[in-house]
């Protein structure tokens, strides 16, 4: 008799342990906090991909971020997730002077940390398991090249988050890249306010033949209506980083000459597979993931308008 029962508690061990993995996970909550404003579309799209994230691994996501670019409000937001004790942690890190203190005390709480977006130079250093994102400068140089192959001499590289090392980034990388004059033009995040900067820019200087902004729906769009306004369609290459369906559309008119993409829709979902497995299983990419850059010239841009304007690209 004693043998059964003892041959019961270990069949009753082995199963709940065999369950304790699955019931983790499926309790598992991963916070999710980013630089990403309430206005800027390409944020939905990282917040669509962190949602199918959650859904296909079942487990529990919670995104946040502040009103307005504001490191100090995300690192509080920071702060917050990490005494929540989650089981995983992603951030964007357009700061690291800024956010790095906040993510190191995720790291030394033991909460596995992943970074998106921006960050990928000082990921490894503040101590996250991986960057899911693209290589900014790089992607800078690329859009710079293009835009000179195009025939470009003279640039505008238009900043719509002044403050953000990734689009500084960005701006030197163009810089290298395009290998003629490039002046940065610090705009805000209101569309009307890029307009008038960059029609009142081009208008100033004769010269500019080129436009690169660093935002699709934020900076991009309204560079376009700029250009336009100014009777400097085709005369002016607007070119942008990331994607709208907006944009795309001037891409395919041939209005725009092209847009760089960096799948924002998969660094908001895969460091949440990335994150839901570890918790599961232990289990994590060995490496940064690069998920860009690609050129969606005019040719490409009207098969993706139509996942753009679903939130997927």
């Given at each position: ?24 996970q ?30 296909d ?42 956010l ?26 503040l ?16 859009a ?46 209101d ?113 993706v308008?139509d ?7």
């Amino acid at each position: 008799m004693r043998s059964i029962i003892t041959g019961l508690a270990a069949a009753a061990a082995l199963a709940l342990a065999a369950a304790t993995p699955a019931a983790a996970q499926q309790n598992a909550r991963i916070i999710v906090v980013s630089h990403g404003q309430a206005n800027d579309p390409f944020w939905s799209v990282v917040k669509n991909g962190v949602a199918a994230g959650g859904q296909d691994m079942k487990v529990q996501v919670d995104y946040r971020a502040p009103e307005t670019f504001d490191m100090v409000a995300m690192a509080q937001l920071i702060d917050a997730a990490v005494n929540q004790k989650p089981a995983g942690l992603i951030v964007s890190i357009p700061d690291a002077s800024a956010l790095g203190p906040s993510i190191q005390k995720a790291v030394a709480a033991g909460i596995p940390v992943i970074s998106m977006n921006s960050g990928s130079d000082v990921s490894k250093k503040l101590g996250a398991q991986l960057h899911v994102g693209q290589d900014e400068v790089e992607a800078g140089r690329i859009a710079g090249a293009k835009l000179k192959e195009m025939g470009g001499k003279v640039g505008l590289c238009v900043n719509q988050e002044v403050g953000n090392v990734s689009l500084d980034l960005r701006c030197k990388g163009f810089t290298e890249g395009f290998g003629g004059k490039v002046t940065v033009l610090p705009v805000t995040n209101d569309p009307a306010d890029v307009r008038a900067k960059v029609k009142a820019a081009i208008s100033a200087d004769a010269s500019v033949d080129t436009v690169l902004a660093l935002g699709a729906g934020t900076a991009g769009e309204p560079s376009v209506a700029a250009v336009k306004e100014a009777g400097k369609t085709g005369a002016i290459r607007v070119a942008t980083f990331d994607m709208s369906a907006g944009f795309l559309k001037s891409v395919a008119a041939g209005e725009a000459v092209f847009a760089i993409d960096q799948q924002q829709y998969l660094q908001g979902y895969l460091p949440v597979v990335f994150l839901a497995n570890y918790a599961k299983y232990g289990l994590m990419p060995g490496g940064n993931v690069p998920s860009g850059p690609n050129l969606i010239t005019k040719e490409k841009a009207s098969q993706v308008i139509d996942l753009s304007a679903k939130g997927i690209r």
